[in-house]
């Protein structure tokens, strides 16, 4: 079993920045490639970005390329996303999620998530 635990959410201007933390307990962190997917109020869950488990390899989903860093710390047990350059259309609240494959296609399917975190609420106002 793997616990997952989001923090930084907030209220944030839009063009602004907030960095999302996610906490993980249980078995060992380094052995699960770490995803970030968000929902918006009416929407389907969707992914943002994933890192290998050693964070040798990262993919992004094409609406945060260039905005959204993905990283993590296995000595801390830690996955952050970094977000810069903040529009409206990325408030939902974000979530993540641990799997043991890592899809180097870059297509991250939610159902295929191992362990998933309660979530932490990102607002972007205009």
């Known amino acids: 079993q793997v616990q997952l635990v989001e923090s930084g959410g907030g209220l944030v201007q839009a063009g602004g920045s907030l960095r999302l933390s996610c906490a993980g307990s249980?078995?060992?962190?380094?052995?699960?490639?770490m995803s970030w997917f968000r929902q918006a109020p009416g929407k389907e869950r969707e992914f943002v970005a994933a890192?290998?488990?050693?964070?040798?390899?990262?993919n992004y989903a094409d609406s945060v390329k260039g905005r959204f860093t993905i990283s993590r710390d296995n000595a801390k047990n830690m996955a952050y996303l970094q977000m810069n350059s903040l529009k409206p259309e990325d408030t939902a609240v974000y979530y993540c999620?641990?799997?043991?494959?890592?899809?180097?296609?870059?297509?991250?399917?939610?159902?295929?998530?191992?362990?998933w975190g309660k979530g932490t609420l990102v607002t972007v106002s205009s």
């Open positions: 890192i290998k488990w050693g964070g040798s390899r990262t």
């Open positions: 999620a641990a799997s043991m494959t890592y899809y180097s296609d870059g297509y991250f399917p939610p159902e295929a998530m191992e362990y």
């Open positions: 249980g078995r060992p962190f380094s052995s699960y490639a």
